[in-house]
């Protein structure tokens, strides 16, 4: 987790507000990852950037924005948060020197809609 | 989908014992990776596993891979308390960095 943050760590909000979290990373790795985590789910990507300004979707990006303005930044909003989006988020990076393949988890922030 | 399956679900053994997971998937790789989690924490790679390699070793962690089968296992031998984690297989879509997780096993090392 050395090189990866996330906040808040812990979020609890109300139905429709927006939320954003933040995933900074120190490794200047070129990917960076948005993951939730579900019980009988295990991750799912919701979003990923390969790099700055460049981001695609994954498998559950219904309900979520992100935005990479800069390398070590990478944002995932939830326009107007729902019941079904509690969960824990997970931030990653991969990318480093070389052609790598392994991903490096932040810590993760535990959202919750009321 | 291309999700990896683990099997079992659930897994619990006593400290000393070698615990095996296997992971199942649906398309073709170029490779295949585990990650452990601990309770409350974000996901560490263990290993990574390329197609054309079938078998590889980290410490006490023992990685197979057989691509007939679309299949991989993990084996921890001489577990101990502190292996007690989920874990998971990921595979990528052939060459983009993405990976699909599976649900994970839960390991349990009794004492």
């Known amino acids: 987790d050395a090189g990866i943050t996330q906040s808040p760590r812990h979020k609890v909000t109300e139905t429709g507000t927006p939320v954003t979290l933040r995933c900074h990373q120190t490794?200047?790795?070129?990917?960076m990852y948005w993951y939730r985590q579900d019980p009988g789910h295990g991750l799912r990507l919701i979003h990923y950037?390969?790099?700055?300004?460049?981001?695609d979707k994954g498998e559950v990006s219904d309900g979520y924005s992100v935005s990479r303005s800069k390398t070590e930044d990478f944002l995932l909003t939830l326009e107007s948060a729902t019941s079904s989006q509690t969960s824990v988020y997970f931030c990653?990076?991969?990318?480093?020197?070389?052609?790598?393949?392994?991903?490096?988890f932040g810590p993760g922030t535990r959202l919750t809609v009321t | 989908s291309q999700q990896g399956e683990e099997d079992p679900q659930a897994l619990s053994i006593q400290e000393g014992e070698n615990a095996t997971m296997n992971c199942s998937y649906k398309?073709?790789?170029?490779?295949l990776q585990w990650y452990r989690q601990n309770s409350g924490r974000g996901l560490v790679h263990l290993i990574l596993?390329?197609?054309?390699?079938r078998e590889k070793h980290s410490g006490r962690l023992r990685v197979t891979l057989d691509t007939s089968k679309k299949s991989s296992s993990l084996l921890i031998t001489a577990s101990r308390a502190a292996d007690t984690a989920s874990y998971f297989c990921?595979?990528?879509?052939?060459?983009?960095?993405?990976?699909?997780f599976g649900q994970g096993t839960r390991l349990t090392i009794n004492p």
């Open positions: 990653a990076i991969s990318g480093g020197a070389g052609v790598t393949y392994e991903q490096y």
């Open positions: 490794e200047n790795h070129r990917y």
């Open positions: 950037s390969y790099g700055v300004k460049d981001t």
């Open positions: 398309t073709s790789i170029n490779n």
């Open positions: 596993i390329r197609s054309n390699e």
């Open positions: 990921a595979t990528d879509f052939q060459g983009a960095q993405k990976l699909v």
